[in-house]
């Protein structure tokens, strides 16, 4: 089927661009909550606005150290607001620890 046929069915096929997007080095104690500022400015940008592939940026940037902070929430992340709680708890975590 070439990019812009459509299946026999008559149903427009589903097209998926993936977006240049990088976040920046994550930033410890304090500036957590800088650091996600400028991530959410990433997302808007790139007009990335699912729950799930936020939550999944934020965990494939952390650095080993700092994912096991939040290993639990990774591990076994609510079923929805997945992005919202690992936000919350790493500032959390990361400033009561400082």
């Known amino acids: 089927m070439l990019d812009n046929a ?7 096929t589903v097209e ?14 304090k500036k957590t909550a800088m650091w996600f500022t400028q991530v959410e400015a ?4 790139s007009k990335i606005t699912n729950d799930e592939t936020k939550f999944h940026h934020i965990v494939a940037n ?3 150290y700092i ?5 639990d929430i990774i ?18 975590r990361l400033s009561a620890s400082a």
């Open 42 to 45: 990433q997302f808007a940008l």
């Open 75 to 92: 591990d076994f992340p609510p079923a929805q607001g997945k992005y919202e709680k690992i936000k919350t708890e790493l500032i959390a």
């Open 16 to 29: 998926i661009n993936r977006v240049g997007f990088k976040i920046p080095p994550f930033w410890q104690k």
């Open 62 to 64: 952390l650095e080993p």
């Open 6 to 12: 459509q299946p026999a069915t008559g149903a427009p």
């Open 67 to 71: 994912a096991e902070e939040v290993g």
